[in-house]
C-alpha cells in the first residue's frame, strides 16, 4: 500500500506528560491493517485516553483504530453484540441502552474505546462485583503480520486471548470484540452520599458495601493533613425500580481529548485552589445526600466534569493507582499518610475502591482495595513518587500501568505479579516484537 496513508502526527499522553512526533496512519479499512511496513514496530490506538502512553512511542507507527466503529453482529438470544474494536464505548451505550441492555464495565469516559478496555483490561465503578473489562469479553478478532487473523476466546487460541486481555495492545491489533450485554434494570441510579473522616473508615464502608451495591466508590480531599487526612465521601449507587420520568440519556456535546484537555497554557491547580474546590464539593454533596443520576451520568462523572482535568492545563498532572492488599490495607494507608505528611506532595484528591481482577496479563489480577492519588506537578512530587514505589515494592501493592506514565522497568518488574510470565509467553508468541510503545519500552517488555 502507499505510504501516501501514513503522515506525521504529534501525540500527547492524556496527562500531559509525554509528548513527541511519529508515523500516524488512520486505517478504515482491512488491507490497510494488512500493507506491508517491513519491520517498522507499531502499535493501535483507540481514543487515547491511557494515561500512560500506552498507544504511541517514539519511532513506532500508530495505527489509529477509530475507523473501524461498526455494529458487525448481534445475539438477542444470547444479550451479546460483536463490534470493532474502534467503537466508542458511549456508542455502544446509546445503541445498548435502545435495545434495553447494558454493559456492566465502564470507565469514566464515553470516548474511549472497546479495543481500548480490552488492552488495558479496564475496570468500572464496582470492580469487586463486576470484575473488569475482559471478564465480559467472549471473543476477540486480532490481527498480526506473522500470524494473520486469530480468533481468540477462552477456548480457541486461550493463551493469545489471555495475553491480549491487559496486554496493551503488544499481542497485534485488536479488529473486533464480541461483549457479552446484559438486561438493563432501569433508566436511573439512586446515589447515596455518604461522609467519611478517614480513608480507614471508607475502606470499611466499601468492605461492608461493595458485594451489594451497583456501584460505589470514595473521593477524598487531598490537601488535608492531620487528623482530617482522608475526610471525603462515599459514593453508593443502586439501580432505581422502573424507570422514573424525566430521565434519559444526555450525550456530551464537547469531547475532551489529550490535547483540548492540556488547551490552558498554565494550570489552575495549587494549594489554595484544590482547597476551595474540594470544600465546596464536599458541602455539595453533603447538602444534596441522595441524588437520582441518569445512567449517562451516573456511568461517565467525567463527562460531566470537564473542567477538573481541564484546570491541570498543558503541564498536566499525575495519578497513581496501585491495588493494595486485604490484609496489608491498614498498613499501607498508614505509612502512605506518614510518607504525605513528610513530603507534603501537591495531592488534589485521592479515591477508593475495592477490587478483583483475574486476568495473567500486565493488568491487576487478585483481591483488595484500589487506590487513586492526583497531583498537579511541582518539585516536591519526584522525591514524594520514588519513596511512594518502595511502598508499593514492600506491601506488594500493584500498579495500574494504564494510569500512570513515569513507571521504570525496575519497579514493574518487582510490583506486576505476572509480569515475568506476561514477557516469557509475549516472546514466544512474537519473537520479533512488532507491537511496541513507550510503555512497553519504558517497563522492559
Known sequence: ??????????????????????????????????????????????????????????????????????????????????????????????????????FPVLPGYPAITIGGCVAADAHGKNPWKDGTFSDWVTAINLFHPEHGYMRLSRDTNPEVFALTCGGFGMTGIIVDVTLQLVELPSNAFEVKKLPVTSLTEAMQILAEYSGRSDFIYSWHDGTRRGKDFGAGMIFLGNWLKGNPAGMHVHPEKNTMTARSRAAMPVTLWNGWTAAAANR????????????????????????????????????????????VGLQVAD?????????????????????????RGKQTSLSMTGEGYLIALNFYRNSRLVAFLERFDQLAIE??????????????????????????????????????????????NRIGV
Not at 398 to 418: F, G, M, Y
Request: hydrophobic letters at 40%; zero cysteines.
Open 1 to 102: 500500500m502507499s505510504e501516501k496513508l501514513i503522515k506525521e502526527s504529534t501525540f500527547i499522553s492524556f496527562d500531559g506528560a509525554l509528548k513527541l512526533h511519529t508515523s500516524h496512519q488512520r486505517p478504515d479499512r482491512y488491507r490497510h491493517l494488512e500493507m506491508d511496513i517491513a519491520s517498522r514496530p507499531r502499535i493501535a490506538r483507540g481514543g487515547g485516553y491511557s494515561f500512560a502512553a500506552a498507544s504511541f512511542g517514539e519511532k513506532i507507527l500508530v495505527q489509529e483504530m477509530t475507523g473501524f466503529d461498526r455494529f458487525l453482529d448481534f445475539d438477542l438470544a444470547r444479550k451479546t453484540v460483536n463490534v470493532e474494536a474502534g467503537m466508542s464505548l458511549g456508542k455502544l451505550m446509546a445503541w445498548a441502552m435502545q435495545q434495553d441492555l447494558y
Open 280 to 323: 465546596i464539593f464536599m458541602a455539595m454533596n453533603k447538602s444534596n445526600p441522595v441524588e437520582m443520576m441518569d445512567v449517562d451520568k451516573a456511568t461517565f462523572p467525567f463527562a460531566y466534569n470537564t473542567l477538573y482535568h481541564r484546570f491541570y492545563g498543558r503541564k498536566g498532572f499525575a495519578e497513581i493507582q496501585v491495588l
Open 331 to 355: 498498613t499501607f494507608v498508614q505509612k502512605l499518610q506518614e510518607l504525605v505528611e513528610q513530603y507534603d506532595p501537591p495531592l488534589v484528591l485521592s479515591s477508593l475502591k475495592m477490587f
Open 395 to 440: 506491601t506488594g501493592a500493584q500498579p495500574n500501568l494504564s494510569k500512570d506514565s513515569r513507571i521504570p522497568a525496575a519497579v514493574a518488574s518487582q510490583t506486576l505479579i505476572n509480569y515475568a510470565g506476561f514477557k516469557s509467553r509475549l516472546l514466544q508468541f512474537d519473537p520479533v516484537r512488532r507491537y511496541q510503545s513507550e510503555l512497553s
